[in-house]
Nanobody, 125 residues
């Protein structure tokens, strides 16, 4: 069973930063595209960012462009989401998801097949 574990969430003031990590166990991430999603209470799940298996293509939701950066370190079997200039509306549970990608697509699509349990991010003063 593929397992993903998110970490790095917490409470931060508006304007602050957090770095989320998505680590894999029992499989290597280098053949998987990774997508970060988030879901706030009472709202639909939203795709936040995506990175292709080779790390060369990324996609961002309009709401986070210019503030969030996705990256991956396949040697550490981990994908990161650096979140800067955080706003209260970024408050949500953040999930990472993996999708097998043996052939890198022209665009990273925000879909996933294997999910982590999530990490809570709260932006509040």
């Amino acid at each position: 069973q593929l397992q993903l574990v998110e970490s790095g969430g917490g409470l931060v003031q508006p304007g602050g930063s957090l770095r989320l990590s998505c680590a894999a166990s029992k499989f290597t991430l280098d053949s998987y595209a990774i997508v970060w999603f988030r879901q706030a209470p009472g709202k639909e799940r939203e795709g936040v960012s995506c990175i292709t298996s080779n790390g060369l293509r990324t996609t961002y939701a309009d709401s986070v462009k210019g503030r969030f950066t996705i990256s991956r370190d396949n040697a550490k079997n981990t994908v990161y989401l650096q979140m800067n200039s955080l706003k209260p509306e970024d408050t949500a549970t953040y999930y990472c998801a993996a999708r097998l990608e043996l052939i890198v697509q022209p665009m990273c699509v925000m879909t996933g097949d294997y999910w982590g349990q999530g990490t809570q991010v709260t932006v509040s003063s």
